[in-house]
């Protein structure tokens, strides 16, 4: 590409373009990294800090499992999506406004006062807070394209059909036989951050937030 | 399984959206009738689709047909209740015949009590599953409360989550967790409308229909109106008595009520509901309407006077400072109490219960709320407990202490 050079990332799937005014990173993903949550989890994690440092961030994946993401999700988090397959690569969403400039244009006055502090830092911990329920919903997304691999690549695990096929409802409605086929799960489970947060219960400490 | 008032909402997540709803009774036969005895396989409690089959005559209605749930709870010494349940549990669990042989080990069951459920009911519930358990069909069991079942069909891991059914209300704010020790219960809720319902009903010349539960219910439903500002939609109603004239036609008789010049009652029904305390109400209670007064039940004091939007306030209150922001960004509201409906002639006078929430806050200083109903208002609960169910480790055991987990049985 014209103006652009590559920069070498200590990251492996990664790619790093430099040009005189912008930095663009790109976080390549195979379908065998579908599988694996954790490197899933971890592309969306330093994509999501590389916003702050004024990088255009992207996530490529390939064009088979594109269909199951969700590029609002992607959208409000401004990073964007490539899809590629043996032919061509493709842009199809766009990374959001990078955050740095907007940052460094609204400086806070200095004030002696303590409360305006106390209520940005309310607001901070709030915009994280914020961040941090995309994240969760980016995650349950992923885990349902890793089932979905899962079930199509790798036939002997089970599958959530062969998990129901132990039962027999009687008389089956078409929401029981769409399940019996392998189909999608109800329409409540989709981006509902609750799946995340209860799979880890027994496992975090976040209790603490609660009373 | 969940466990309202009227209704059993039950099934595995094979039925889809929705769960099999079956009424919350149970009919106790008779067993030296000739009826019972020519089907000698008639279990002592009838539940589910057959209970109308084996109604014999208005008497059954009273002393045989039994409502284990008295505003989500069940008295600790109520055997036939709690008999009434333990049928509704084997029966939900024989619902769905399991093909023989194919490994199938037992259900993990998620059941939902409400919110303000003592002790005692977790236990004598968790005792029957286990027993359950004996033939095979249950494999685990939790408990969660109506209010976290809510929270999580709907999609919101931080928010409040106002209950109200029949006879009381709860405001139960939630965080990936439930925060019990900020939960605030209200002794108010549909059936104080009914109350007030029935008072407005004498004082217009219909005290011959006032007596009547079922109709005076449906003059609720049909008339009743939610006011934005009390005092402003009373002197609306009274300049423009026409407009907002107020009837009610029974169906299938001749029956008709009309409150004429007093239409500017029905503000009265809907505002009694979210904030009893306006002055307009003290004439009711020295004229004999009892004034909901703040009882105690197992470990929670149901407040009886305290509107909507101090209940909300003081729960939050309890909560970390920084939560409190968010959880008023996102309250919702469940149970059929808060299903009131705003006619589009009456749109800036009469509001939905979301906006008179915000309004009770508002007059508070409390702004930047978000109030919303649920969205699926019948099946959520059921939503959030399959949920629960699908995402909970298997190895994330029961705890008394913050009443979550499986607890298992057998190998």
Known sequence: MDGLSIEQSSNPG???????SERTYVSILTPSDIIQRNRVIDALLRL?????????PYIAAPRILSAALDSQTLRSSGI???VYDERRIEEVIKPGPIQASNIQQKPTPVNTDNQPLLTELAELKSRYFE?????????VEFKSIQLHALNSTQPSHTSLSEHFDT??????TCDQRKLQEGGPLPSFFVNNPWLDVLSKRGKTEDHLIAG | MDFGTSDFKFGPITCGENPRIVNNRGYFPDKKSLVYRAFESAADVIVGDEVPLYLQSNEDLTSRLIHPMKNGMIEKADDNAWKVVGALCQ???NSFPITANNGFQGYNVVASLSAVSPRYMYERLLDMFKEASSSGKVRAVTIITQPFAVAIGHGVTTCVVIESGHGNSQVCPISKYPIHSAQVALNRGGGDANAITSEILKDTGYGDLAREESLVRRVKESIGLVPDELDVAIAEAKHNPRKFRAKHKVPGTRVEIDLDQDSWCRFLIG??????NHEVFESYFKRGMPRPRDVRVGDTTFRGMLDFGEAIIASVEKCPVELQPMLYREILLSGGNFNWQVPQAFQGVAVDAPTKIKSLLRNRGIRNVSVKMTTSPQFSVWHGCIIY???IPEDYEWDWQRLEGWMKFGA
């Open chain 1, 80 to 82: 964007g999506l490539l």
């Open chain 2, 271 to 276: 505002e009694y509901v979210f904030n009893p």
């Open chain 1, 48 to 56: 999501s800090s590389l916003r702050f440092e004024g990088t255009q």
């Open chain 2, 389 to 391: 169910g699908f995402a």
């Open chain 1, 131 to 139: 961040l941090e329920q995309n994240m969760t919903r980016m995650m």
């Open chain 2, 91 to 93: 029966y939900g669990l």
């Open chain 1, 14 to 20: 990664s790619l790093c373009f430099v040009s005189s």
């Open chain 1, 167 to 172: 039962l027999q409802p009687s008389p089956m």
